[in-house]
Nanobody, 118 residues
Framework: QVQLQESGPGLVKPSQTLSLTCTIS??????????WSWIRQPPGKGLEWIGY???????YVSPSLKSRTSISRDTSKNQFTLQLSSVTPEDTAVYYC??????????WGQGTQVTVSS
């Protein structure tokens, strides 16, 4: 059974960098054709796709977040990470990692709440 699990601090101070890790179990991050995404949902708003890293190391980030976002992976640990710099309270959200195949996010982590506050 394939599972995704997000981890990271639940509280980040304004102007700091938010760092989250997604650990994949039951499948390899290098499996062909899979893309590994980060998605967030601010309170009272819809889902916002942040970006992905692919099975072959391609990275794509939403233009609206590109200047502040880094997505990377550790193949040896079967993990991928999100770093979002210079956070503000508007970055408060539930953050999800997800697997994408053929433009469909078919598997999601449970999500982790991140609050930006001093």
């Amino acid at each position: 059974q394939v599972q995704l699990q997000e981890s990271g601090p639940g509280l980040v101070k304004p102007s700091q960098t938010l760092s989250l890790t997604c650990t994949i179990s039951g499948a390899s991050i290098t499996t062909r054709d899979y893309f590994w995404s980060w998605i967030r949902q601010p309170p009272g708003k819809g889902l916002e796709w942040i970006g992905y890293i692919s099975y072959d190391y391609r990275v794509y980030v939403s233009p609206s977040l590109k200047s502040r976002t880094s997505i990377s992976r550790d193949t040896s640990k079967n993990q991928f990470t999100l770093q979002l710099s210079s956070v503000t309270p508007e970055d408060t959200a539930v953050y999800y990692c997800a697997r994408e195949l053929d433009f469909d996010h078919d598997l999601w982590g449970q999500g982790t709440q991140v609050t930006v506050s001093s």
